[in-house]
């Protein structure tokens, strides 16, 4: 009987100690809320207020060249067309410069802990900027701005980070999109909100108090909630750490491994010919997506003849659709993933939509009346709208093609992109000399069409959806010892 009964205890702890496998339906079903979903919906705030410190500017800028436009006992500057599009512009100036160390940054230290710190500074940046603007003028909101650019620089990088560490590849499409679409709602809240504010008795400057608060708290929420990944969470449970973990097929390292897989493989990431495509389509998407980002509210104003708080909740409609077509758009492509298609193929149909559809959109603009503003709103709604398959195109392309360095990817097409943010506006600026010119604006939208189809089609003809050789270590270890080998 003592036999049977230690056989049976035996039995009981072997049973116990069994974990079910990734594949076991009541573990998937029992992880379908989890601790991976409360840091995706971090990361969505975390993009929502950051684009809200970003494009609160594209409506109070308006009113602080001229007050008139919104509430006329407020402070205004007399800024011109080109001062105020200098003004939009100088964010990217210091978004551009630390970008790619940012990616790194994220890459060998702490994802979360860089952005919580990034978004705390930009959120001061922020406040400070209507204080230093009564005192100093212009050159000291640039200053602001600037350094908005350089602290915020870390979003997308650490966000990309995060994400290839939290997201399993079967919810990748869905929990990415997640996370960056609080960019387009970021947008859609801040728009209207911004008009109202700025023809409030508060006027201008409480937009820049109100969203620069809202990010220091949400700095300090990230920075005790977040974490660079599941295995670092302090409440997340065993099961769901092992679900993220197995999807991911990611082990600890330790010594040499370690070192390798911090040595971010640059020769490598810049030969590479998919990731060039991602490069030149990034470029193509900043350069629309900015362009009316930027300049929605000045045509709203100069050709539509809308007052600032109607031209901020008009302008947010487009970013309003492409928020909501961004959750079926990463269905489907899981969807099309789950029943075999390519991951290539899906990116690339995804991205198509999001850049040829717009630029049809917007080659439609120059036969729009122009006595009657309702189809010029639909045309930029669909422009913009159709946008969203960006998301789960070549964005979370980065993490397909290499989960290890995913941030570091994204740090370098998004600097480049940078680039096309900053002359995007100017060149806008230059084209645009009468903001009522029908003519002038429709040159901006036809060299963006342009753009937009250039760009998808490089990416459809050299993009890749596999997982790169250089994305592992020790496929890198190997290639250069036959590399020694065949040179001895």
């Known amino acids: 009987m003592t036999a049977i009964r230690k056989e049976d205890d035996a039995d009981v702890v072997e049973k116990t100690s069994r974990r079910p496998t990734v594949t076991s339906p009541i573990l998937q079903q029992s992880c379908i809320f989890g601790i991976r979903h409360l840091q ?3 990361l969505f705030l975390g993009m ?5 410190l970003r494009v609160g500017m594209s409506v109070a800028v308006v009113p602080m060249a001229n007050a008139s436009t919104a509430n006329p006992i407020i402070e205004d500057f007399d800024w011109t067309k080109k001062e105020k599009d200098l003004v939009l512009s100088s964010f990217f100036w210091g978004y551009a410069i630390t970008q790619v160390p940012s990616g ?7 994802g979360q802990k860089l952005l919580a710190i990034g978004m705390l500074l930009c959120g001061v940046f922020k406040v400070l900027t209507p204080i230093v603007a009564h005192q100093w003028g212009l050159a000291a909101v640039l200053v602001c701005r600037v350094g908005m650019g350089l602290t915020q620089a870390c979003l997308l990088p650490c966000i990309q980070t995060l994400l290839s ?4 590849p079967s919810e990748r499409a869905r929990l990415g999109t997640f996370a960056y679409a609080g960019a387009q709602f970021g947008t859609v809240v801040t728009m209207p909100i911004a008009g109202v504010l700025a023809a409030s008795n508060a006027g201008w400057p409480s937009i820049f108090y109100i969203f620069g608060a809202l990010a220091i708290i949400w700095s300090i929420v990230f920075l005790y909630f977040g974490a660079d990944s599941p295995s670092e969470h302090r409440s997340i449970s065993q099961e769901e750490k092992s679900y993220i973990e197995d999807s991911l097929k990611t082990t600890k390292t330790t010594g040499d491994d370690v070192e390798q897989k911090m040595q971010t493989p640059w020769k490598e990431i810049f030969t590479s010919v998919p990731m060039w495509a991602l490069i030149i389509v990034h470029c193509g998407q900043n350069w629309g997506y900015w362009t009316l980002l930027t300049e929605i509210p000045s045509y709203m104003t100069g050709v539509l003849n809308f007052k600032v708080e109607a031209s901020g909740g008009f302008s947010a409609l487009p970013y309003l659709m492409m928020w909501i077509l961004s959750f079926p758009m990463s269905w489907l492509s899981d969807f099309a993933l789950k029943k075999g298609a390519s991951r290539g193929a899906v990116r690339k149909i995804s991205n198509s939509v999001a850049h040829w559809g717009p630029a049809i959109a917007l080659a439609c603009m120059g036969v729009v009346p122009t006595d009657d503003y309702t189809w010029a709103i639909i045309i930029l709604i669909i422009a913009v709208g159709l946008n969203a398959g960006s998301l789960c195109g070549f964005q979370i392309n980065h993490i397909d093609l290499s ?4 941030g570091t990817m994204m740090s370098i097409t998004n600097c480049a992109a940078t680039i096309t943010s900053i002359i995007a506006p100017l060149i806008c600026g230059v084209i645009v000399s009468d903001e009522s010119s029908v ?3 429709n040159i901006v939208f036809y060299v963006s069409a342009i753009i937009y189809f250039l760009g998808n089609l490089v990416f459809v003809i050299f993009g890749k959806g596999e997982m790169q050789w250089w ?3 020790e496929e890198r270890l ?3 010892g036959d590399k020694e080998e065949t040179q001895t």
């Open 104 to 110: 790194y940054i994220a890459s060998v230290w702490s």
């Open 40 to 42: 995706a919906l971090l």
């Open 471 to 473: 994305n592992d270590p």
């Open 165 to 168: 560490k939290w997201a399993p």
């Open 439 to 441: 003519y002038q604006w």
């Open 403 to 406: 989960p290890n360095f995913a």
């Open 48 to 52: 929502t207020i950051g684009y809200s």
């Open 478 to 480: 190997k290639r250069k």
